[in-house]
């Protein structure tokens, strides 16, 4: 069993930047593709970003290309999501979640308790 704790979520003015981090337990942790999702108030929840399990690709959702950047250290067990030039429509709780095998922008086996990211305009 994996367990997912993000932390880094606040309120942040429209333009400005935050970082998002993801503690992983457990020794599999460098075997997981990792991934962020989003979920805003009334709407379904949605692939932000994920990352390979050696870090050697990423992918992103187009809403959030060239303004969000994922990341990962093995060796501290954590996956971070850099983001930069912050919109209100990027408010939202923001998960971290992992899962086994290869890429997928929605399957995952494991899932964090969630951080509240809210952008002021």
């Known amino acids: 069993q994996v367990q997912l704790v993000e932390s880094g979520g606040g309120l942040v003015q429209a333009g400005g930047s935050l970082r998002l981090s993801c503690a992983a337990s457990?020794?599999?942790?460098?075997?997981?593709?990792m991934a962020w999702f989003r979920q805003a108030p009334g709407k379904e929840r949605e692939f932000v970003a994920a990352?390979?399990?050696?870090?050697?690709?990423?992918y992103y959702a187009d809403s959030v290309k060239g303004r969000f950047t994922i990341s990962r250290s093995n060796a501290k067990n954590t996956v971070y999501l850099q983001m930069y030039s912050l919109k209100p429509e990027d408010t939202a709780v923001y998960y971290c979640?992992?899962?086994?095998?290869?890429?997928?922008?929605?399957?995952?086996?494991?899932w964090g308790q969630g951080t509240q990211v809210t952008v002021s305009s």
């Open positions: 979640a992992g899962r086994r095998g290869g890429y997928s922008d929605y399957e995952y086996d494991y």
């Open positions: 457990g020794r599999a942790f460098s075997t997981y593709v």
């Open positions: 990352i390979t399990s050696s870090a050697a690709s990423t």
